[in-house]
């Protein structure tokens, strides 16, 4: 009989946290352009920042698991890429005009390396290939619509608070959530969630 993922909450909390951790991905993605211009950097210099955030994703996303590998707990890791991120996003709301390439930089590799990470972080969770690969598709289906909300959630604070910065500082505090919820993956407790 197949797992039922639906009633686990495991199964919900990886979700989440997948969904959360990347809506900062889809987040900067959407307004990061938009932030500079607003500061008065050209469109072409703020679309290659966001390039950049991309080069430093891909990077960090072959790198970090790769660093992970031969360790069966994630989760130190998990909390250096999500650190990244969190110092990536407090230099765009502290000193957001002094090496911008530098914060957007950080906080892109945090976000690639905590997005490929979290996948291998779902398989831990079982033994059986099948179940492993229905975990991690219900990770990514309830991570990818959460995802897809917090750019519209980031807009709407914007466009309350008047300026990207009250964004910002939404998606830190989302980050220094999830790296609390982090420590729930112990290793020990992968049997258990079945």
């Known amino acids: ?6 009633n686990k909450r495991r199964a919900w909390t990886l979700g989440l946290y997948f969904g959360i951790v990347n809506g900062g991905y889809t987040s900067l993605v959407a307004w990061l352009p938009a932030f500079y211009q607003q500061r008065g ?24 698991p790769l660093a992970a590998a031969s360790f069966r707990d994630r989760r130190p890791w998990l909390t250096l890429g999500l650190s990244a991120q969190w ?14 390439l530098l914060w957007i930089g950080v906080a892109g590799a945090g976000l690639g390396g905590t997005f490929s990470l979290t996948l ?7 033994t059986d290939h099948r179940v492993a690969g229905r975990l991690v598709a219900f990770t990514q289906g309830v991570g990818f619509i959460v995802a897809a909300i917090a750019p ?9 608070s008047g300026g990207f910065g009250a964004a910002w500082v939404m998606l830190a505090v989302c980050v220094g959530a999830m790296m609390a919820v982090t420590w729930l993956f112990s290793p020990r407790s992968y049997r258990q969630w079945r």
């Open 41 to 64: 950097v050209s469109v072409a210099a703020s679309g290659s920042l966001l390039a950049g955030m991309t080069v430093f994703q891909a990077a960090a996303a072959l790198l970090l």
């Open 152 to 160: 519209v959630v980031a807009g709407l604070v914007r466009g309350w």
């Open 1 to 6: 009989m197949p797992l039922a993922l639906w």
């Open 120 to 126: 291998v972080t779902a398989m831990d969770h079982s």
């Open 87 to 100: 110092f990536g996003l407090l230099g765009l709301i502290v000193w957001p005009d002094a090496a911008p």
